[in-house]
């Protein structure tokens, strides 16, 4: 019996953690922060898994972190949407001191990890958390241009890999950086939309016009045509050691045009179903472009 209880107690702290960190939002944000780190070394030998291993768990620490702090804070909001109230802290499983001891753990631990890589990593893991639980989270109840905000920390990871293989920020972190800032609307806006009644109940203002409009769903293609650009620019020359051959460049642009027709099926239909579609896509097309990318870099 004490056995039994021992392992769901055990089984509950690990769903509890997964849950209070986010954890399939971590992980695909640390994919992010992998990929900008292959793009960011010479070549395959001289690849430091040791550096590769701190920059997964550090990153890990750093976003589970955060949404340890947003949960914390938002823990009276979060009861309100169905989407939420299960969660760790506004289902009452895991005390409010208990979630700022498991997200001031993580934010210590993930910080340290990334300052031995090197000081800017640190540096821009440290602005992350600030931007997302400081920022990004009260605007959320006051004004739509939360998202711009939180573009910012969430633009990071990418950025952020190419800073810990190389300790510079350069055009082409900064290029890096911008293909994932741009992607973030049309992403977070597909989520706003067909969220928006669960998000309402909480007075979060997640789409750009406050409604399931034409205009919001003409600002998704708009944002989505200058994420098509930014995603191309490496292939022009102009962004240092960040380039794709024009044969990658073609693939990056067909996965931009097949984004961009679900973007222009929700302006067309401007359903639930249609920007949940979207939202599927585009998580799909960035990972498929970090991956494009990579394989350019190591085939040519």
Known sequence: MNATKSTLSFKSIYIDFREITKARL????VFSSLAGFMLGINDLHSLNWLILFKLAI?????VGASNAFNQIIEK???ALMDRTKNRPVPSGRMSKGSALLVASFLTVIGLVLLYTI????AMFGAISIFLYTSVYTPLKTMTSL???VGAFPGAIPFMLGWV???GEFGIEAGTLFLIQFFWQFPHFWAIGWFLYEDYEKAGFFMLPTGKKDKGTALQVILYTIWLILASLLPVLG?????YITPVAAVVVLILGLWMLFYAFRLYKLRTAKAA???MLVSVLYITLLQLVYIIDKFLR
């Open 146 to 148: 939360s998202v711009f």
């Open 26 to 29: 971590a992980v695909s944000v």
């Open 76 to 78: 009276d909001l979060d």
């Open 276 to 278: 949940r579609t979207l």
């Open 238 to 242: 102009f962004t240092g050691r960040l």
């Open 164 to 166: 810990a293989a190389t």
């Open 58 to 62: 550090g990153g890990y620490c750093m």
């Open 118 to 121: 090197n000081p800017k990593t």
